[in-house]
């Protein structure tokens, strides 16, 4: 047969073109299979070079995949969409860095959490993912190098900043190296022994019962509502209580088995969740970047117009700005900042310079690319 487009054809296609059309494919998929393998062989050589150098060499380079990846959403023709391209690539490059040397992630959990769905999201289904029991967990572990980066949430669209992150953060070594942003999907779950027709209680996170708050009043007004300490603790609950459901993502209920009841039940369409990944490492810059930085200042009128005026001076964007109180007690307060650029920006790195000036304490938490997917 020859190898031609049979969408150049204006014939409509038949089903007497099937055969062409799986023998085309199955051409293809041999020569994918090829490139993929071409690909593998030389992220082995790059480990073997960085290995020569330096046996503690980084291979997990967050600037470098952000930039593989919007290099191939922009080159995208389609029909498969710039995110779903990107998913694939993702994949491969998870894979291949696998080969080089296995990335290890610490994440909130247990598993089936909205956060493993994102340290999967970010590094792929070839990461070896650890799941901890708090977030100060996923730091302690990260920092001992037990993980080589962390996965924590750190605000979400309908309730918030997630606090105990920030706080956390105070105290911490590490960097922020990258951010996932995950549209947040919550569903009324059951097991196959619950009596649906008699659900009378329904756990879950705090954040996603309030998340759903008016799906429930709706629904199941008159269920009690039981916070737990995470989605995926909720469905394993509800496997052994006949009256009980939860909410929880499409992860935990594959997790623990668990079916439908009503799918989608977030008040809000557009809920989504960003997290924040954690490691020892400064990472270059990507050419879109952000920056998280974490001031103190001195108890004074004007502070926080002395603190964002340099900002608005040299035309940095701020995406966040928070207010935690203290917890040394030797200032009333601290500000968590984002805005756009990296620390290295010329302009970034003056606007730096003079709040370390007009500032009590300045801490760089990390620049990272802006999340791609």
């Not at 959403?73 to 080089?100: Q, T, V």
Request: net charge negative; glycine share 4%.
């Amino acid at each position: 047969m020859a190898d031609h487009d049979m969408s150049d054809n204006n014939a409509p296609i038949t089903s007497a073109d099937l055969p062409a059309l799986r023998e085309r494919i199955d051409t293809l998929d041999s020569e994918i299979l090829k490139l993929i393998s071409e690909r593998a062989h030389c992220a082995q050589q790059v480990a073997q070079v960085k290995t020569d150098s330096d046996p503690q060499a980084t291979f997990y380079r967050p600037e470098r995949e952000a930039q593989v990846l919007r290099r191939i959403m922009a080159l995208n023709k389609g029909p498969l969409d710039d995110e779903e391209m990107a998913r694939l690539f993702r994949e491969i490059m998870s894979a291949c860095l696998a080969l080089e040397r296995p990335v290890k992630v610490a994440y909130l959990g247990p598993e089936g959490t909205f956060t493993q769905q994102a340290a999967l999201k970010h590094f792929g289904d070839s990461a070896v993912s650890l799941p901890m029991a708090a977030i100060d967990e996923v730091f302690r572990e990260v920092e001992a190098g037990a993980a080589h980066f962390g996965v924590v949430p750190v605000e979400n669209s309908t309730e918030g900043i997630v606090n105990s992150t920030l706080d956390t953060f105070m105290d911490a070594s590490l960097r922020i190296c990258g951010e996932v942003v995950l549209r947040i999907h919550h569903h009324l779950l059951v097991s196959s022994n619950t009596r649906r027709d008699k659900i009378s209680r329904i756990y879950s996170h705090p954040q996603s019962l309030a998340q759903c708050r008016k799906w429930l009043d709706a629904h199941y007004p008159n269920a009690e509502r039981v916070p737990v300490s995470s989605n995926a603790e909720a469905a394993r609950l509800i496997k052994s209580e006949w009256h009980s459901a939860a909410i929880a993502g499409d992860m935990a209920a594959k997790r623990y088995e668990l079916d439908k009841v009503a799918e989608k039940i977030e008040d809000r369409p557009d809920n989504s969740t960003r997290f924040l990944i954690i490691g020892h490492q400064d990472t270059p810059i990507s050419d879109d970047d952000k920056t998280s930085i974490v001031v103190a200042m001195r108890n004074q009128p004007g502070a926080l117009h002395d603190l964002l005026e340099p900002f608005h001076r040299h035309k940095i964007d701020l995406t966040r700005v928070e207010t935690r109180p203290s917890r040394t007690g030797v200032w009333n307060y601290v500000f968590f900042i984002d805005f756009k650029g990296h620390r290295d920006d010329p302009q970034v790195a003056a606007v730096l310079e003079e709040i370390t000036l007009r500032a009590a304490e300045l801490k760089v938490l990390g620049s990272y690319p802006v999340g791609v997917l």
